[in-house]
């Protein structure tokens, strides 16, 4: 039974609910304090993209610490949090034939994602450098590697054609091949009557590529997910009234306002959903759990709301954690929502 109308019926029957395509990384967790960070030539809060001889040479400063490894990239985490919840997902992007690019493989194939990487033999594995701080803080260098590579001959188009989402976000706007590969998939989503959900990822891309490139995405764009500093970035407002304007060209617009919770806009409504108080350990991944539990809950037919209060449940769960990671009873979590 649908009670949301975000999709028609027809777009509902879609046999996957979410594709993804965007940048492939494996996150390298530590725990450091914030005279370490300057040791490592970090600057606090901020991700910034590096080249590899860089994050060698930040790694190789960390000394005797030892990275945690887990699953990386932004589109990534939030299929990750479908697929914990039962969601049919698939997930592309670019990755080397070293031992990272393995390693994503085999914890895609662990999820039950379907696996649509392409495998590329000269360049090494992007990884994120994650370094979180004792107030929860997280700084990321970025090395995208093979990610860099993706094109639009590597986009699984049956599996887009197939889905209720097409999901990406603005990470994909770094090289013009992935540009290139990131509009001939939306507009292929479109002519295939699905649904496109964007995120803007980072105030970082906003800065990088101009206001101008994002709205020229969201004129394509049914569902946009961002942040509160995004949306001041963006549009000169504050959460509440950037997601209102938002839904006037958007059909549904979500601005989260981290722990005071989210707005969500669409049909000249706009619901809040409050955050829940949780003790914070990383606000890595939070952003990407948040969407990845509020797609759940449409392409399950729920209503705005449910869909928002699972997307909340989702992100201050992971927060709880080191890493990306969600609690083993999270399905049961949801399951109460839903009842």
Same mark, same amino acid.
């Given at each position: 039974m649908?009670?949301?109308?975000f999709?028609?019926?027809e777009?509902?029957?879609?046999?996957l609910?979410?594709?993804?395509?965007?940048?492939?990384?494996?996150d390298?967790l530590?725990?450091?304090n914030d005279t370490?960070?300057k040791?490592?030539?970090?600057?606090?809060?901020?991700?910034?993209l590096?080249?590899e001889d860089?994050?060698k040479?930040?790694?190789?400063?960390?000394g005797?610490?030892?990275?945690e490894v887990?699953?990386?990239?932004?589109?990534?985490n939030?299929?990750r949090?479908?697929?914990?919840?039962?969601a049919?997902?698939?997930y592309?992007?670019?990755?080397?034939?070293?031992?990272?690019?393995?390693?994503?493989?085999?914890?895609?194939?662990?999820l039950?994602?379907?696996?649509?990487?392409s495998?590329?033999?000269?360049?090494?594995?992007?990884?994120?450098?994650?370094?979180?701080t004792?107030d929860?803080?997280?700084?990321?260098?970025t090395?995208l590697?093979?990610?860099?590579?993706y094109?639009p001959?590597?986009?699984?188009?049956e599996d887009?054609a197939?889905?209720k989402?097409?999901?990406?976000?603005?990470?994909?706007?770094d090289? $013009?091949?992935?540009?290139d !590969?990131?509009?001939? #998939?939306? @507009?292929?989503?479109?002519?295939?009557? /699905?649904?496109?959900?964007?995120d803007v990822?980072?105030?970082?891309v906003?800065k990088?590529h101009?206001?101008?490139?994002?709205?020229?995405?969201?004129?394509?764009?049914?569902?946009?997910?961002?942040n509160?500093?995004?949306?001041?970035?963006l549009?000169?407002?504050d959460?509440?009234?950037a997601?209102?304007e938002l839904?006037?060209?958007?059909?549904l617009?979500v601005?989260?306002?981290?722990e005071?919770?989210?707005?969500?806009?669409?049909?000249e409504?706009?619901?809040?959903?409050?955050?829940k108080?949780?003790?914070?350990?990383?606000?890595?991944?939070?952003g990407?759990?948040f969407?990845?539990?509020?797609?759940?809950?449409?392409c399950n037919g729920l209503?705005?709301e $449910?869909?928002?209060q699972? !997307?909340?449940?989702? #992100?201050? @769960?992971?927060?709880?954690?080191?890493? /990306?990671?969600?609690?083993s009873n999270i399905?049961?979590?949801?399951e109460a929502i839903?009842r």
């Amino acid at each position: 039974m649908i009670r949301n109308t975000f999709f028609s019926s027809e777009q509902f029957k879609h046999k996957l609910d979410v594709v993804s395509i965007e940048n492939a990384l494996i996150d390298l967790l530590v725990r450091a304090n914030d005279t370490d960070l300057k040791n490592f030539g970090m600057t606090k809060g901020i991700m910034q993209l590096v080249d590899e001889d860089t994050q060698k040479k930040v790694i190789h400063n960390l000394g005797n610490v030892k990275p945690e490894v887990e699953l990386g990239g932004s589109a990534s985490n939030a299929v990750r949090g479908l697929a914990v919840l039962g969601a049919k997902t698939s997930y592309s992007s670019c990755v080397g034939t070293d031992a990272y690019g393995k390693a994503f493989a085999s914890r895609l194939a662990e999820l039950g994602i379907i696996n649509r990487l392409s495998v590329q033999g000269e360049t090494h594995t992007g990884t994120c450098l994650v370094v979180v701080t004792p107030d929860g803080e997280r700084t990321l260098n970025t090395y995208l590697g093979a990610c860099r590579k993706y094109m639009p001959t590597d986009l699984p188009f049956e599996d887009i054609a197939n889905s209720k989402i097409l999901f990406t976000t603005g990470y994909m706007l770094d090289t $013009q091949n992935q540009i290139d !590969a990131l509009h001939a #998939a939306i @507009d292929f989503a479109l002519l295939n009557d /699905v649904k496109v959900a964007f995120d803007v990822a980072d105030p970082f891309v906003i800065k990088r590529h101009g206001k101008k490139t994002i709205f020229s995405l969201l004129e394509k764009t049914h569902l946009v997910f961002l942040n509160a500093e995004e949306a001041k970035i963006l549009l000169e407002l504050d959460p509440k009234s950037a997601a209102i304007e938002l839904a006037k060209t958007v059909q549904l617009s979500v601005v989260k306002d981290g722990e005071n919770g989210a707005y969500i806009a669409y049909d000249e409504n706009v619901i809040f959903i409050p955050a829940k108080k949780v003790e914070v350990a990383d606000t890595t991944g939070a952003g990407d759990m948040f969407a990845g539990g509020f797609m759940y809950g449409l392409c399950n037919g729920l209503t705005i709301e $449910q869909s928002g209060q699972i !997307a909340t449940l989702l #992100a201050s @769960d992971t927060v709880s954690y080191m890493g /990306v990671r969600l609690s083993s009873n999270i399905r049961a979590q949801v399951e109460a929502i839903i009842r």
